[in-house]
């Protein structure tokens, strides 16, 4: 099955915890500090997979973890890193923060490589903290948490030309005369389900490719017919071929047909009805209809759009029109790539930038975050240095001047993780 979106959870390693370790020899009474630092989380990465054409994978696995950096130990030996994981996506994956809906990256470039999720750093070791008045450090840092969020994956194929048109009308019997897809034809409406791609050979290095998509059709911009759910894959498109039948076999008129496939596309996106067109009517080799035929080359004349008649069912007109598309390209600037609309690490700093919050709850006050957490879980009150540093922490971050301010009282609780303490000034 076709699958072109998907929405999945990443999360990148947390840091290793710094270690408390003492040095100790044979014959050295007092050893200074040892504690190594923790490792870095890992990250977690994307890469494109050229061959892969749909998002299905992602339908069946929908988180994804990296790993976490290990703990520091003694000897100031660093904790390992954790290993990053690396996810594989088809070329022209669009990946959106599933929050705010903005693009955080677009996955066209083989060559490049994104970071979606930052590992948290490890933590210190009591290494770090020895000073000359404070020689036995009892407290180390926790690694802080990885990036986490949720994304969308959407993929928007790379082509230079697209195919458009009602069911039918023969843009899977162009795509088939003019490259090496073998995509299915059949005389009926919506034989095509899923978007194919070829790539159309002129000689003389002169190629673009070519995306043929299912048909649409009046509403489908409202979900009737397959929707127009395809259309994405055309939207990198650098011109589109408007494929009409001006047989008059289905009874329909082709002037109708244009102007209701250029409605559906205006209603999908501005941008794909401004997109340049080159109008191909197809199927002139069994005109049903003398008079609509006409009337629709009269219709076009009129409008200045110049029609290539063809029959590509028989090849006839199917080389011009290449020619000519081929020509229009070498005018026009390249495959769409699609802007980032946020940079995740200023975004997670501006997420974190406090790195705390405090809640009421009864008469307790409760505070979390990433910071204060990383903090809180590193103290060890049975060390007074560590208080010490901890108590700093405390006020020089604010967090004090943001608990009196809250109305707190001498003796009341203060919650952090785990870790519950009287209030004193
Ligand atoms: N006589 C004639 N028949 C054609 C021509 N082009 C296509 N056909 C026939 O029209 C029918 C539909 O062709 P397709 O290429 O499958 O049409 P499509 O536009 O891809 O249709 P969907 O995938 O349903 O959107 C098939 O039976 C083709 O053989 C043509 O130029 N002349
Ligand atoms: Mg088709």
Do not use: C
Request: proline share 3%.
């Amino acid at each position: 099955m076709f699958t072109d979106k998907a929405k999945i959870f990443i999360k990148a390693g947390k840091g290793g915890n710094g270690a408390i370790s003492f040095h100790r020899e044979k014959y050295v009474a007092a050893g200074g500090p040892d504690g190594g630092d923790g490792g870095k989380g890992g990250n977690v990465i994307f890469k494109v997979e050229l061959g892969m054409t749909t998002l299905m994978d992602f339908r069946y696995k929908r988180k994804y973890v990296a790993e976490n950096g290990a703990d520091g130990s003694g000897k100031r030996q660093k904790g390992k890193k954790g290993a990053d994981i690396i996810i594989k996506v088809p070329q022209g994956t669009v990946i959106r923060d599933a929050e705010s809906n903005r693009i955080i990256a677009d996955l066209s470039n083989p060559e490049k490589e994104f970071v979606l999720a930052r590992g948290g750093n490890g933590g210190w070791g009591n290494a770090h903290f020895a000073t000359a008045v404070r020689q036995t450090p009892n407290f180390a840092k926790n690694g802080q948490a990885g990036d986490e969020r949720e994304i969308f994956l959407e993929l928007k194929l790379l082509a230079d030309v697209g195919l458009v048109g009602f069911p039918n009308v023969g843009k899977s019997t162009l795509l088939s005369m003019t490259t090496k897809a073998d995509p299915k034809i059949a005389n009926y409406h919506f034989t095509t389900l899923e978007p194919n791609l070829g790539v159309v050979d002129l000689g003389d290095s002169r190629s673009f490719v070519l995306a043929d998509i299912p048909g649409i059709i009046e509403g489908a911009s409202e979900g009737v017919g397959l929707g127009h759910e395809f259309l994405r894959h055309i939207e990198r498109t650098r011109i589109l071929i408007h494929v009409v039948d001006v047989s008059g076999i289905e009874g329909r008129n082709p002037i109708e047909d244009f102007d209701i496939i250029n409605a559906e596309l205006a209603n999908y996106d501005m941008a794909l009805e401004e997109r340049p067109q080159i109008v191909a009517a197809n199927k002139i080799d069994i005109i049903q209809d003398n008079e609509a035929y006409e009337s629709f080359l009269a219709e076009m004349k009129k409008r200045g759009i110049e029609v290539f008649e063809l029959s590509a069912a028989t090849n006839k007109g199917v080389n011009e029109l290449m020619n000519r598309t081929y020509e229009e390209l070498t005018k026009l600037p390249p495959i769409i790539e699609f802007e980032p609309e946020m940079d995740i690490d200023e975004e997670y700093e501006i997420k974190d930038e406090k790195g705390y919050e405090i809640k009421r709850e009864n008469e307790a006050f409760v505070i979390t975050g990433s910071w204060i957490e990383a903090v809180g879980g590193s103290v060890n009150f049975a060390d007074n240095e560590s208080l010490q540093y901890f108590q700093r922490a405390l006020l020089n971050r604010g967090v004090i001047e943001d608990l009196i301010n809250m109305g707190i009282k001498e003796g009341q609780t203060v919650r952090i993780g785990d870790l519950e303490f009287d209030f004193v000034f």
